[in-house]
């Protein structure tokens, strides 16, 4: 069954530091998330993209964040300049097309020292 | 506001039982609202999702229904077994792709 993979899984960086976690949705999704969860709280949306470009973002993704994808198979996630409240779990999502089923990945977990 | 809120207190009930959870929305027009399953430390994963023109979805033991005019969905798992306790969240699109906006989720415990 196809699925969404991200790495890494798990991501210990100091304060300050720039990360990029990266994704490789499903093959022929059109539509990319990825979405925030810190420990105990809800999941919480950052972005998305279609057409290699963001069609909506949060408030929560402001400058310090951004999004590419490179190829025709990864899609990553930068965080500039991170912060101790960055650290959470961070989640990538596909779908196929229109507002349907949302596969995610399992998950990189962000820890800021 | 726009809020989806979902039962904050964790829900216990006993194996076979009927497991009712509850999501209420103000301040949105949804299209489309889904729910999806989170386990410990994973993603979530999808199990439903209904039209604003159905009132009601089946799948095996689940059963979804949704009210536009109480803005609110009701997710039941029929014959509860202990391999159902997980976090069960609700979703919203709000008529395009480009958001899915997620409830704070119920934490369902199932008890033998």
């Known amino acids: 069954e196809p699925e969404v993979t991200q790495t890494p899984s798990h991501q210990v960086t100091q304060m300050g530091q720039e990360v990029i976690l990266r994704c490789v949705p499903i093959s022929n999704h059109l539509y990319f998330y990825w979405y925030r969860q810190i420990l105990g709280q809800k999941v919480e949306f950052l972005v998305s993209f279609y057409n290699n470009e963001i069609s909506e973002k949060s408030e929560i993704f402001d400058d310090q964040f951004s999004v590419e994808r490179p190829d025709g198979s990864n899609f990553t996630l930068k965080i500039r300049s991170t912060k101790l409240e960055d650290s959470a779990m961070y989640f990538c999502?596909?779908?196929?097309?229109?507002?349907?089923?949302?596969?995610f990945g399992q998950g990189t977990r962000l820890t800021v020292v | 506001s726009q809020k989806i809120e979902q039962n904050s207190e964790a829900l216990n009930i006993q194996e076979g039982k009927t497991a009712t959870l509850t999501c209420n929305y103000t301040?949105?027009?949804?299209?489309?609202l889904q729910w999806y399953r989170q386990d410990p430390g994973r993603g979530p994963v999808f199990l439903l999702l209904i039209r604003e023109n159905e009132k009601e979805k089946r799948k095996e033991r689940l059963k979804v229904t949704f009210d536009t005019t109480l803005k609110q969905s009701l997710f039941h798992i029929t014959a509860s077994q202990p391999a159902d306790s997980a976090t069960y969240l609700c979703a919203l699109y709000t008529g395009t792709a480009s958001k899915l906006t997620f409830g704070t989720g119920t934490r369902l415990q199932v008890t033998l």
């Open positions: 301040n949105y027009s949804p299209a489309y």
């Open positions: 999502a596909s779908i196929l097309t229109g507002p349907t089923e949302a596969f």
